[in-house]
C-alpha cells in the first residue's frame, strides 16, 4: 500500500486575510472563512478568477504572509508557528521566472536541492534523475536565460521537485509548455503523488488541464472557496445537460435576438475565445438546439458546433458571482458542495470543522499511476516525521550552506559582465586621479593627491557598491525573484550576506587602483599599513550595507536609479570625499558626515598618511557602526513575509 489514503496532508480551519485598499482604507478580505482539507497525496486543483484569493491562500500556505484569523497545518505543523519547517517540506513554482537564470541548468537544479536541505550527494543524484526525466541532457550545461521559453519553465519545474518535498505548490506549471512536455510534466506530478505520497497544490486558469490532472477541485470566488469536489461531483451539478461549444463566424458575436432565441432551449455563456459560445441544454431538448443553430442562426452565420458531455470548464464558466447557476439550493445557502439526494459521492462540505475524508477518485487514480509508471512504492509520508526545531549547530550549518551556493550563484550571475565591471573598476579611479589632479594649476601636492586618491577610491566603491548592488536588489524583486527566495528554506541572513560578499571582488579592484596610479604618476609613497586590511573590507561591507538597505527598502525600481544616482553626484561633488571639509559649506559638511562614504574616505586618508590616532578610530567605528545598521535595515527590510 503506497500511502494511506484518509491521512490529511493539509487543514485550513476558518482561515481569514483581510488587508486595506484603496485611500479610505477599505477593508478587503481576501481570504473569508475558508474550511477545507487535502488528503496526503492528493492532487488539489485551486481555480478561480484573478483576484479571487488564490494567491493569497497560496502565500499563506507557503508561511509568506501570516492569517488575520484560523489556522493552516502542513503535515501537521503550524505555517504561522514554524514557516521554516514548512519551507522545508514545500516545493514552489511561481508563476514568474525563479533565481539562477545565469547559471547552467545542471547546476541550477543542484543549487537549488542543496538549499533545500539536501545532501551534496542526494542532491547530485535528484538532478541526474531529473535531467533524465525531463529530457534536458542537451541543455543541462547551457545558461538557463539561454533557453526557450518552454524549456526554461521545464528547469523551473525541476527546481521545485529537487529536494524531494513532500508537498508541491505549483501556479500554472504548463505555461509555455507544448502538448508533449504537458503531458510530460502531469505524468511526473501523477507519478509523486501515486508512489511517494507527494501533495499537490495545483493553481491554474486552464480547467481542461486541471480536469484530467487533479483528483478534488477548490473554485474560489471573492475571497471564499464556492465549490469542492471531485470534477465529477461538480459536473453533477449540472445535471444530465448535453454541452454544445458554438463557433460563430469571424469571431463575431451573438447578437441579442440570437442570444434570446438559444436560451429559449438552454443555457448561453460565452466560451474562452471570442466567437465561442458555450449551451447547455436538457437531452429531450437537443433537437430544438441544434434545429435552433442550423435553421434560426442558419449555417451563414455559423463556422462550427460539436456536442458532448459537459466538462469542469463548464461548471466554472456556469457560475455566477460564485455561485453554480444551476443549482438552485446552493442560492438558499445550502453549501456549494452539498450533495444531490441518492449520491454515492461524499465531497467536502465547506465550513464543516471536520477533516473531509479523500475523495474516493483519489485513490483510483493512484493505483492507475502506479500501475501504468511501474513505480516502487515508497514508503508513506505519514511514517515520516515533521520538521522539528533545529538545534544551534543545524542552523549554522544549514546558514554556511546557504551562504555557500548562494555566494556562488550571485557569483556565476555576474560573469557575463565582470569584464566590463573590472574594466570600469581599474579605468574609473585611473582616469580621476589623471584628470583631478590636473585641475587648474595642477593639484599635485601631497594633500591633495592623498584626497584624489582616497575620494577616487570611495567614488568607485560607491558606485559599484550602493548603485549597482541596489539595483540589483531592485530586479530582483521587480521580476519576482524575491518570493521565490523566500519560499526556500533559507535565512535572511544568509541571503544578505551572499549579497554583499559576491560584491567584494568586484569593488575590490577599484580601491587599490588609485594608490597605485597615484604612485607611477607622481611617485608619491603612501603607508601601507596593517590597517588597510581592516578599512578596505570594511569600507566595502558599509556602502554595499547601504546599497543593500536602498534596494529592499524602495519598491520602484525607478526611485531606485533616481536615489542612487543622486548619491554618486552628492558625493562627487558635495561631500568631504573628494574635497576637503574646510572647502564645503556647514550644510553640506553636516550632510556629508551623515554618509558612510564620508567615513570611508577619511580613514583610508588616516591609513594612507599613517595617521592612526583618535580621529582613526572614530572613522572605523562609524564604518562599523553604519554596516550594522545597513544590515539590519536590510534584513529588516527583506520581504521574508510578505505580510
Not at 620 to 629: E, I, K, N, R, S
Amino acid at each position: 500500500m503506497a500511502r494511506n489514503d484518509e491521512a490529511t496532508a493539509i487543514e485550513v480551519r476558518n482561515l481569514t486575510r483581510t488587508y486595506q485598499s484603496g485611500k479610505h482604507g477599505e477593508l478587503v478580505r481576501a481570504n473569508d472563512d475558508l474550511t477545507f482539507s487535502i488528503a496526503r497525496g492528493e492532487v488539489f486543483g485551486l481555480l478561480g478568477a484573478n483576484g479571487a484569493g488564490k494567491t493569497t491562500l497560496v502565500s499563506q500556505l507557503l508561511g509568506l504572509v501570516r492569517p488575520t484569523s484560523g489556522s493552516i497545518r502542513v503535515e501537521g505543523v503550524d505555517v504561522v508557528a514554524d514557516p521554516e519547517a514548512i519551507k522545508a517540506m514545500t516545493g514552489f513554482l511561481p508563476q514568474t521566472g525563479l533565481s539562477m537564470r545565469l547559471v547552467e541548468v545542471r547546476r541550477a537544479l543542484h543549487y537549488t536541492g542543496r538549499l533545500r536541505g539536501q545532501s551534496e550527494g542526494e542532491a547530485r543524484r535528484q538532478t541526474a534523475e531529473l535531467i533524465e526525466e525531463l529530457g534536458l541532457d542537451s541543455v543541462a550545461d547551457r545558461y538557463v536565460n539561454q533557453l526557450s521559453g518552454g524549456m526554461m519553465r521545464l528547469v523551473n519545474f525541476g527546481m521545485a521537485l529537487m529536494g524531494r518535498t513532500k508537498l508541491l505548490i505549483l501556479d500554472e506549471p504548463t505555461n509555455e509548455l507544448d502538448p508533449h512536455n504537458r503531458r510530460l510534466i502531469w505524468d511526473m506530478v501523477a507519478r509523486r503523488s501515486a508512489t511517494e505520497g507527494t501533495t499537490v497544490v495545483l493553481v491554474t486558469h486552464n480547467v481542461l488541464e486541471a480536469e484530467k490532472a487533479v483528483h478534488r477541485v477548490g473554485v474560489m470566488h471573492a475571497g471564499r472557496i464556492t465549490a469542492l469536489g471531485t470534477p465529477g461531483e461538480l459536473k453533477e451539478q449540472l445535471g444530465d445537460k448535453v454541452r454544445m461549444e458554438l463557433f460563430v463566424k469571424d469571431g463575431d458575436a451573438l447578437r441579442a435576438s440570437e442570444i434570446d432565441r438559444l436560451e429559449s432551449v438552454g443555457s448561453v455563456v460565452p466560451g474562452n475565445r471570442e466567437g465561442t459560445y458555450l449551451i447547455h441544454s436538457d437531452p429531450e431538448q437537443m433537437p430544438d438546439l441544434v434545429k435552433a443553430v442550423t435553421r434560426d442562426l442558419g449555417m451563414a452565420r455559423v463556422d462550427d458546433f460539436r456536442l458532448t458531455r459537459p466538462t469542469l470548464e463548464d461548471v466554472y464558466l456556469s457560475m455566477d458571482g460564485g455561485v453554480l447557476a444551476s443549482t438552485p439550493e446552493q442560492r438558499d445557502g445550502e453549501g456549494p458542495s452539498a450533495a444531490k439526494e441518492g449520491s454515492s459521492a461524499t465531497p467536502a462540505v465547506v465550513g464543516d470543522l471536520e477533516p473531509e475524508p479523500a475523495a474516493a477518485g483519489v485513490k483510483t487514480a493512484v493505483a492507475t499511476a502506479s500501475a501504468g509508471s511501474g513505480a516502487s512504492v515508497t514508503k508513506p509520508a505519514a511514517d515520516v516525521a515533521a520538521p522539528g526545531r533545529r538545534t544551534v549547530k543545524e542552523r549554522a550549518r544549514r546558514l554556511l550552506v546557504g551562504l555557500k551556493y548562494l555566494w556562488l550563484e550571485q557569483m556565476l550571475e555576474v560573469r557575463t559582465t565582470w569584464t566590463w565591471s573590472l574594466l570600469f573598476g581599474l579605468l574609473m579611479p585611473v582616469a580621476m586621479v589623471f584628470g583631478l589632479s590636473r585641475i587648474g594649476g595642477g593639484l599635485n601636492d601631497a594633500t591633495s593627491l592623498l584626497y584624489i586618491v582616497s575620494g577616487a577610491a570611495i567614488f568607485s566603491v560607491a558606485t559599484e557598491g550602493i548603485a549597482t548592488l541596489a539595483q540589483r536588489i531592485g530586479v530582483i524583486k521587480n521580476d519576482g525573484m524575491m518570493v521565490y527566495y523566500a519560499s526556500l528554506p533559507i535565512s535572511k541572513a544568509s541571503f544578505v550576506a551572499a549579497m554583499v560578499l559576491s560584491r567584494l571582488l568586484l569593488i575590490m579592484p577599484g580601491l587599490i587602483t588609485p594608490m597605485i596610479a597615484a604612485g607611477l604618476m607622481y611617485d608619491v609613497d603612501f603607508v601601507i599599513s596593517p590597517a588597510l586590511v581592516i578599512v578596505l573590507p570594511l569600507s566595502c561591507l558599509a556602502l554595499s550595507a547601504i546599497g543593500l538597505a536602498i534596494g529592499t527598502l524602495i519598491d520602484s525600481m525607478e526611485l531606485i536609479v533616481v536615489i542612487t544616482n543622486l548619491l554618486i553626484f552628492v558625493l562627487l561633488l558635495a561631500a568631504p570625499v573628494l574635497i576637503p571639509p574646510d572647502s564645503l559649506p556647514l550644510p553640506l559638511r553636516v550632510l556629508g558626515y551623515l554618509l558612510p562614504p564620508t567615513y570611508a574616505a577619511d580613514a583610508l586618508r588616516h591609513t594612507l598618511s599613517g595617521d592612526l590616532g583618535a580621529a582613526f578610530a572614530l572613522d572605523v567605528a562609524m564604518l562599523t557602526a553604519m554596516t550594522v545598521l545597513g544590515l539590519a535595515g536590510a534584513a529588516r527590510w527583506i520581504r521574508w513575509r510578505l505580510a
